[in-house]
């Protein structure tokens, strides 16, 4: 249903970061007649070459912050490490999908997991660690494997280590020193799959087909979608993602990350409280794209299906693509030869090992198919 207070075509939404995802949703916005302001630090940024205005200016700026927040009748975000304060001084002047509460247990591991358990959602066991006797007592209590987080801003694998038995903890902990961690119980997990939900201002929810991630070097590598998990499995991992979207009583879209263990047991790893990489082939493969479905929750429209048309695949492309091309300029024509590969750049010049480009998503008649022509894509670019 249609609220009457719903944010209609013609107004200005904001988002906060400036990356590829904002820059997704800004195209989706643009495509139903919004306009759209992002403010970041940063400067001709991925989502600034598409918004209507791009405010530079850090997210400490109070006037900078107030000013932007005027200017737009709902704030979201396609990055959820932005201080709560800003959150706070944006909230007096214009409406936040999702409520800065939202992005305060996500931006934390150990608050998203104190939550998820305190909500009986199932995640490894874990532990705060401060120092390294605390290092010592958890690794006593959980067991090793375990895998060191630091609790704030880490993402793609950034600030993680595991631990083995008989490692040397105090040697360990020496890096995470002076910041707050968490200990986390090894998962032996058979695969890494994610679930996008998004939920709407009047409680609708929907999921998109279960999405079944590899990884390499911690960063998204290739995504599958359909899972290939039986079907039994792809209904409660969808059905866990409504139960994390409604504990968090959530307005927007979500995404669950999750290990698959052997005997079917899923176990929730992270959540991402905005559209999520493993979510693009959504772009070129669904009825309704995660961000379209962001634009739309965050109005207060009505959700869009998220059947998909076709099975997809996605690969991410890393600047190590542009620095193995012989010239420095990957081989679009060849991408782009191969029928049903879509491919997305995020206009970033700047081209480092490890830094997301762009991606490639391909649809075919199985997903194995749909990932095979994903990764010849990408292969067929360094040349
Ligand atoms: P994260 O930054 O928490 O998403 O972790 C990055 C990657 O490290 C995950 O995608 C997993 O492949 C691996 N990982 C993280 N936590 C665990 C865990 N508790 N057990 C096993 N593997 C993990």
Redesign the pocket.
Known sequence: MMGVDAILPGAVLGVMGSGQLGRMFAIEARKLGYRVHTLSPDKDSPTGQIADREVVASYDDEAAVRDFAKGIAVLTFEFENVPSRTIEWAAEHCIVRPAGRVLHVCQH?LREKEFLAGAGLPV?PFRKVNKAAELAVAAAEIGLP??L?TAAF?????G?RKLLPGDDLAAAWVPFEGAPAVL??????ER?ISVLVCRGVDGAMATWPVCE?E?AN?ILDITYCPARIPESVAASARALAERVALALDLVGVLAV?M?LLADGELVI??LAPRPHNSGHFSFDASVTSQFAQQVRTICGLPLGSTESMRPAAMSNLLGDVWLDSRTGTPNWAAALAIPGVHLHLYGKADPKRGRKMGHITATGDDVESAAQKAKEARAGLVT
């Open positions: 591991r490894a375990g895998v987080k880490g993402y793609d694998g950034k993680q986390e119980g090894f998962v032996r997990f890494e991630n990884h911690h990350e290990f790893n992270e």
